[in-house]
């Protein structure tokens, strides 16, 4: 059983700087590529950033210059950074990562995390 377990959401004022944190745990051997997604009512999910395990990362191009993605392979974490917040970056944002187990490799999501911003 592998998890995805986010944290870091939360209510911040336009402008504001938030961090989230995504831990892997459970039966794997190898973490590949990490991601933040985000989603909005109606809409279709939508990548943020991605890295991968080497470190190169890729950004959605409203996204650049604001976030700041990052892994921690030791911890089996993966970090948005997230500044210069503005309204329309509310949104749930998930986690997503490609695993290694036994059985094979396969894409896992997290439960979500809700991020606002508003004054």
């Known amino acids: 059983q592998v998890q995805l377990v986010e944290s870091g959401g939360g209510l911040v004022q336009p402008g504001g700087s938030l961090r989230l944190s995504c831990a892997a745990s459970?039966?794997?051997?190898?973490?590949?590529?990490m991601g933040w997604y985000r989603q909005t009512p109606g809409k279709q999910r939508e990548l943020a950033a991605s890295?991968?395990?080497?470190?190169?990362?890729n950004y959605a191009d409203s996204m650049k210059g604001r976030f700041t993605i990052s892994r921690d392979n030791d911890k089996n974490t993966v970090y948005l950074q997230m500044n210069s917040l503005k309204p329309e970056d509310t949104a749930v944002y998930y986690c997503?990562?490609?695993?290694?187990?036994?059985?094979?490799?396969?894409?896992?999501w997290g439960q979500g995390t809700q991020v606002t911003v508003s004054s």
């Open positions: 890295i991968t395990k080497g470190g190169s990362t």
């Open positions: 459970g039966s794997f051997f190898r973490l590949y590529d």
């Open positions: 997503n990562a490609r695993i290694g187990r036994l059985d094979g490799t396969s894409g896992y």
